[in-house]
């Protein structure tokens, strides 16, 4: 009798959750982006943001929530009620951050349900034109040769700008000075007027100052050449084998809420990603759009959280 009941309240639980997804969504969803308008996170959301709410048949709105290196409003979503009108998209510090802060506000395992990925996107080591190196090993000859009098700028501590420089440090073995900024636009600037030597920009970002003669670019950081600067070649392809790092976009609701409305709208994202219109606005923003399915965005979660967290403590790595 126990097993039948059991099943029986399984059984309805099942059917409330597909109706429910049958009938969402039924008012507009908030999509919380953890950052302040005009960053890759908020140009991401906004670059899929319309034509999701075509294919999932209501509106998403998007909302910017910055502070504390994401966590804000990541936190908003966590402890938002888990009905999928809450909704939050955050870039791979969702993997970074529970290594780098000490007390975090909420549990990126536990308090949250993963929909899928949006998109990826690549960053670039660029270097000011005083900088007697004009590919990547040159650069590393110079760094070994003088160790911490070369400088880097970053978007902040803790930023994908500074976790990618100081992947490369790590794998290249150099030692190079990080010179924090409050955003990758100054950092960006002061690498250009040679405050700083280099840094690790966006690729979108760092594009028209590359063309324009501004800067050098010795290396793209993902695994594969940017189609904004295909001539310039990955680390890999540069000599740096073993050194890859993309700004990864997850979308992701509150633990809690059902599946069937958690499958809907990763099902209508993906529809989305798939519109040639879509793909097309976001490759020229330097953005690729990667489909996956909640597990799989779950996985890669789970895979990448324990990697970061090790370099940020064999790093000496902090927030602050």
Avoid at 87 to 94: A, E, F, M, P
Avoid at 106 to 129: C, E, F, R
Wanted: with cysteine.
């Amino acid at each position: 009798m126990k097993l039948a009941h059991l099943a029986a309240l399984l059984a309805c639980a099942t059917a409330i959750g597909t109706a429910s997804a049958q009938s969402y969504p039924q008012r507009p969803v908030r999509l919380i982006v953890p950052y302040a308008p005009g960053g890759s996170a908020d140009i991401a959301a906004r670059l899929v943001s319309d034509a999701w709410s075509k294919s999932l048949g209501g509106t998403i709105v998007v909302e910017n929530r910055a502070g504390a290196g994401g966590n804000i409003g990541v936190d908003a979503v966590a402890k938002a009620a888990a009905d999928g009108y809450t909704i939050g998209l955050q870039t791979v510090s969702l993997a970074i951050n529970p290594g780098l802060f000490p007390r975090m506000p909420y549990d990126t395992l536990k308090d949250l349900a993963p929909i899928g990925m949006v998109a990826s996107s690549q960053h670039v080591l660029v270097v000011n034109n005083n900088v007697p190196a004009t590919n990547l090993q040159e650069l590393i000859s110079v760094a070994k040769a003088k160790p911490g009098k070369l400088t880097y700028g970053s978007a902040g501590n803790g930023s994908t700008f500074h976790m990618s420089a100081e992947l490369f440090k790590s794998v290249a073995n150099v030692s190079i000075v990080h010179i924090p900024y409050r955003g990758g636009g100054p950092a960006l600037v002061d690498t250009i007027a040679g405050q700083v030597d280099m840094s690790f920009p966006v690729v979108s970002a760092a594009q028209q100052h590359v063309q324009g003669g501004k800067l050098k670019a010795l290396a793209v950081t993902g695994s594969k050449r940017s189609p904004l600067l295909p001539n310039v070649p990955t680390a890999a392809e540069a000599g740096l084998s073993g050194y890859a790092f993309e700004t990864w976009f997850m979308v992701f609701a509150p633990a809690g809420t059902p599946k069937p409305v958690v499958d809907k709208l990763n099902a209508a994202l993906n529809t989305a990603l798939a519109a040639q219109a879509t793909r097309d606005r976001m490759l020229k923003e330097g953005f690729e759009p990667t489909p996956t399915t909640p597990e799989a965005a779950r996985q890669r979660l789970e895979k990448e959280m324990p990697v970061w967290a090790k370099l940020i403590k064999q790093r000496g790595i902090t927030a602050e």
